[in-house]
Structure formats: structure tokens, C-alpha cells
């Protein structure tokens, strides 16, 4: 649905039709038509896009960062290790919504801004993640042999530990575009994520909440829509952490 | 106390930190403060620099912020830029209405979820386990501002049983407010009409506030009971012939009581964002609707004040879970 959307629906996302506003769902428009006439099915279909865009390039930029900085932090000496984890402390008490709500306000609203701001909190996470683990394998015995072998620190890093390492970071950024998606429709709902006319999940349940009353549909239909996906990325991490590391169990975030 | 002591640093770089990047993001906005204050259009740029230096604009962008935060600190956050009142009156003012929210919202959580935790341990794998986890996720899944706008059609379009939102009825005059929550200031007062009325509204907001922390507070007492329901001592306690229900009650439930209440006092501080969203869905007078009125006016001293604010109450609360560690187990002391 998010590469094909066209596949999926015949209709315009943003053709407008004022004869038919606010229409009940039908034949014609599953998901019933907007304030402008538009039909909701294809701008929930269109609306895949955007948010899922958003939460997956939000989450790889702050796993990539995080992962990067997490290695370092592992293969570096004890006082570079000690000064850096004060560092991520200090970016996961960020309280993220707060804070990505105000710097997108400042910076300028838009999914954009919204990205950005929640990146700059979140690759701490993977950080931490990424240390531990460093620190779990820095003195398994294969990475001992490579290094008695005299490889170079760099190739161990990149090709002994960091291969290792990976498989709980791919299980929480799985998790973790699940939560992208909530936090980034929530900050649409509010007013700082995507503007219109872009077809956002988040942005369409904000607008639909004005013709709530009497015209349900119209916010009933993006929000499962939030609903659906961010169920099947639980899901599917949960999937993932099955698939990679049999013996973990569902526990607090690192 | 040491553990005060190391964590006070960490709450004074953070406040820091996050009061620095907003302030220096608000100080390079488009548009020149100094040029509206002369008067605009027809200002010659004598009176333009001569307002410059008043508002002390001319000075470095580290000695403003440095004079922002001593004042802040004080409690002087500035002026509106919408109402010209001070930030701090209105900070003080719709406060409370945020906390009643929270406190309820988490209350809420933790009676439900510590609950439906322990039956899930007990009978892992059977069928109240295998309802109990997937409905958690199921949950934990829904964007609780839709959630909210489903609760308001239901509830109050369709069954007409609670009210659309707001802390009281209109018309209802609250009682003198000592706490600054109403569900304790009308007992105070002995007002029971004003007290129905307050729960009528908090109902909802704090239901679907509490959705955040629900599933996670399961999920820990669940793992937590898990970790220990095999010691020894359980062991021991079921040998001496105990009912099940007392082990668990009794004898697990205590133990695991440091991850759980963890859990919940780090859940407070996660709910911070999610009152944002529920004081909009159900207009709650409360900070998070008044900093989402500030976003929408661009009322730059409003939302730096609602950020601090904010970031130093989830710190502290955060700190103070820290605090309780040692009280609740004898082994964390050092």
C-alpha cells in the first residue's frame, strides 16, 4: 500500500468533489468522503505513505546513530565510556513529546521538523543498546582469537562484533517504528506534525474530530487505520525477537 | 541522601540543556522583537536600537539566556505574548487540573493492570494469560487521541452518559480551591453535587489516559512475578502448605514490588506527554492545552515556560523512583 497506493484505489486523494461532502461510507467511497468531497479510502490508502515514511526513516536514523556511537562508546577506553553514558542519560530524560513539540513549533511545524526533534532523542536508546552488547562480546573468545591474529581494531569492530550485536537492535527498532508511528501521529493531532493537504493519518483524525459528532467516519477510519499498522509492527517485532533470540522475554526498554 | 546528591547534577545539566536549545532556537526566529517594540513601520532606527538595548537584545546570545534563566529560576518566566500577563500565573493556574488528571490516569492503571499482571502470572499459559497478553498489546497498539474522540461519540453522542469534556459543568461554581484538585477541594468543602459533577468529567480523560500505562504496568508485574514465582522460598512457603492464592498475594507480590512500583512512578512521568493529548481531546484545563494553545499563537514565553515546567517534573519524578529503590529492597542498599 505504501509503494503502490495507486494499485489500491482509482481515485484522487485530493480531487475535489463538493457535491458529495461528508458522505456516510457507500459503494462508491468505502470509507465515506471529507469535508471537500474527497474519498477517505483513498486518502487513508494515499495517507500510508507519509506516516510510514516518516516513523521508518525517524527510527533508522536513530538506530544507524545510535548504533555508531554505541560501538564507539563499547571499543573506547574507561573514561570515554563513563563521560559518554552521562551523555545519553542526559538525552533520554528528554520528555519527547514536550520537547519535539516545542522544537517544532520554533523550528517550523511539518513532519520534517517532527523527525528530527524525536531523532535527536531517540538514538540514545540504541546507544545504550549498542554498549551493552559491545561490552557483553569485547571478551568472547572469537573476538579475542581476531585479535591475537593481529586484525586491526577497525575490521574487528566492523566485521566480528558489530555482526553480533545487531540482532536485539533490529528488534527494538521494529518495536520501535510502532511507536514512531503513535508519537508522530500524536504530534500531527496536535498541530505540529503534517500539514494539510497532505493525505497523514494523524493530521486526518485531527480534522475529522471538528465533524465528530455528526459525522463519525471521517475520524474513525485514519485512526484505525494508525491502529492496524502499529499493531502488525508489534507484531512483527515480537516475530523478529522469536526469529533472533529465542530465550529474551517482553521487558522494560534498556 | 548521597543518591540525591548524584542526581541533582544530572537534573540541573538537563534543565539546562533543554532550556539552552529552546531558548537559542526561539532567539533566531524570523522577525526583529526590537523593530515591533519601537513601533514598527514608522520607527527610524535610533528608536529601533534605542529598544534594542532596552530589551537587551544587544547584548550576546549567552548573557540573555543567562538573565532569562536567572529570572526563570525566580519564578519570572516573562510576559505572554497573547494576554501580556505573566507566564507564571497562568502556569500556576491551570497546573492543578493537569496533576488531578495524572494522578488519577496512573491510580486508574495501577489498580487495573497490577491485577490483571497477577492473574496472568498465576495462570501463565492458560486461557486468562493467553486473553490478558495479546489484549495488552492490542491496547498498548491504539493512538489514545482516537481513542478518546471514539470514547466522546460513544459516550457522550450516543449514550449521553458523561460529558464531551471540561472539569466542570457550566454554571457550577468551583469550590475555593486549597489543593487545586477539585475532587479534594468540593470534600473539603463538603460540596457532594460539585464532587459528582467533577468525576463525571474525570471519568473519561483519566480512563483513556491511563491506556498508556496500562498495558506496560501489566506486562512488568507479569515479568516480575515470572522472575521470582520458581525461588526457593516460594517453594517453601507452597510446602508449608499455603494456598496458592496467599503465595502469591503474600509472599510473590511483595517481592516483586520494587520492579512494579518502579514501573509505575517511571509510567507518571511517561504520562506527561500523554496529558498533552487528553487535555486536548476533552479541552481539560491544564498545562498540555494551555502549551497547545501557546504552539497554535505562537507564544514563544508561554511554551519555553511549559517545556521547563514540564521537563523538571518528569526529572524529578524520575529521580525520586530512583530514591525509592533502596527504601523497598534491603539489597539495593549501599
Known amino acids: ?254 | 541522601m548521597r543518591l540525591v546528591l548524584q542526581r541533582l547534577p544530572l537534573l540541573i545539566v538537563l534543565l539546562a540543556a533543554i532550556s539552552a536549545a529552546v531558548f537559542t532556537l526561539t532567539q533566531y526566529l524570523p522577525g526583529d522583537p526590537a523593530f515591533v517594540a519601537a513601533g514598527g513601520g514608522d520607527a527610524t532606527p535610533e528608536m529601533v536600537a534605542h529598544a534594542r538595548a532596552r530589551l537587551g537584545l544587544d547584548k550576546p546570545l549567552w548573557a540573555r539566556y543567562l538573565y532569562y534563566m536567572r529570572n526563570a529560576v525566580q519564578g519570572d518566566f516573562g510576559n505572554s505574548i497573547v494576554n501580556r500577563k505573566p507566564v507564571i500565573e497562568d502556569v500556576r493556574k491551570y497546573w492543578p487540573a493537569s496533576l488531578e488528571l495524572a494522578l488519577a490516569a496512573i491510580a486508574i492503571s495501577a489498580l487495573v493492570g497490577i491485577p490483571l499482571g497477577l492473574v496472568s502470572a498465576a495462570w501463565t499459559g492458560r486461557w486468562p494469560d493467553r486473553l490478558i497478553t495479546p489484549a495488552s498489546v492490542f491496547l498498548g497498539s491504539m493512538p489514545i487521541f482516537w481513542l478518546g474522540l471514539m470514547a466522546v461519540f460513544v459516550f457522550y453522542r450516543q449514550l449521553d452518559l458523561l460529558p464531551a469534556g471540561g472539569r466542570l459543568t457550566v454554571g457550577l461554581v468551583p469550590p475555593p480551591a486549597v489543593t487545586g484538585l477539585l475532587l479534594v477541594d468540593s470534600i473539603i468543602a463538603g460540596q457532594g453535587k460539585v464532587f459528582g459533577d467533577a468525576l463525571r468529567h474525570l471519568i473519561l480523560p483519566a480512563t483513556i489516559l491511563s491506556v498508556i500505562s496500562l498495558a506496560m504496568i501489566t506486562r512488568v508485574t507479569r515479568a516480575a512475578l515470572l522472575d521470582i514465582l520458581h525461588e526457593d522460598y516460594l517453594r517453601t512457603a507452597r510446602a508449608k502448605g499455603l494456598s496458592e492464592r496467599r503465595v502469591l498475594l503474600k509472599h510473590a507480590l511483595r517481592n516483586a514490588s520494587v520492579p512494579i512500583l518502579t514501573i509505575v512512578g517511571l509510567q507518571l512521568g511517561q504520562l506527561i506527554g500523554g496529558v498533552v493529548v487528553t487535555e486536548t481531546i476533552f479541552s481539560w484545563p491544564g498545562l498540555g492545552l494551555y502549551a497547545v494553545t501557546a504552539v497554535d499563537n505562537q507564544d514563544y514565553p508561554a511554551l519555553l515556560a511549559f517545556t521547563l515546567v514540564t521537563t523538571a517534573a518528569y526529572v524529578t519524578i524520575n529521580v525520586f523512583v530512583d530514591l525509592l529503590y533502596p527504601l523497598l529492597s534491603p539489597q539495593t542498599r549501599r
Open chain 1, 1 to 254: 500500500m505504501m509503494i503502490a497506493p495507486s494499485v489500491f484505489t482509482r481515485r484522487d486523494p485530493n480531487a475535489i468533489e463538493f457535491l458529495s461532502r461528508l458522505r456516510p461510507p457507500s459503494l462508491a467511497h468505502p470509507f465515506g468522503t471529507d469535508e471537500n468531497g474527497r474519498d477517505l479510502w483513498a486518502r487513508v490508502v494515499y495517507g500510508a505513505r507519509p506516516t510510514l515514511a516518516a516513523a521508518v526513516s525517524l527510527i533508522v536514523v536513530a538506530a544507524a546513530l545510535g548504533s555508531v556511537v554505541g560501538l564507539l562508546i563499547g571499543a573506547a577506553g574507561r573514561a570515554a565510556d563513563e563521560w559518554l553514558m552521562r551523555v545519553t542519560e542526559l538525552f533520554l530524560a528528554f520528555p519527547q513529546i514536550v520537547w519535539a513539540l516545542a522544537f517544532a513549533t520554533v523550528v517550523g511545524r511539518g513532519l520534517v521538523s517532527c523527525v528530527v526533534a524525536l531523532a535527536i532523542t531517540w538514538w540514545a536508546q540504541y546507544a545504550r543498546l549498542m554498549r551493552g552488547q559491545v561490552l557483553v562480546y569485547r571478551e568472547k573468545e572469537f573476538i579475542l582469537t581476531a585479535r591475537a591474529l593481529g586484525q586491526r581494531q577497525w575490521r574487528i569492530l566492523l566485521f566480528h562484533l558489530l555482526p553480533n550485536c545487531l540482532s536485539p537492535v533490529l528488534v527494538k527498532a521494529t518495536i520501535d517504528v510502532s511507536l514512531a508511528i503513535l508519537l508522530l501521529a500524536a504530534l500531527s493531532f496536535l498541530g505540529v506534525g503534517a500539514q494539510p493537504p497532505l493525505p497523514e493519518w494523524g493530521a486526518m483524525v485531527t480534522i475529522g474530530r471538528k465533524y465528530l459528532l455528526d459525522y463519525p467516519w471521517y475520524a474513525t477510519f485514519p485512526g484505525l487505520a494508525i491502529f492496524v499498522t502499529v499493531l502488525s509492527f508489534n507484531v512483527l517485532g515480537e516475530r523478529v525477537r522469536d526469529v533472533l533470540d529465542p530465550k529474551s522475554r517482553i521487558g522494560e526498554r534498556p
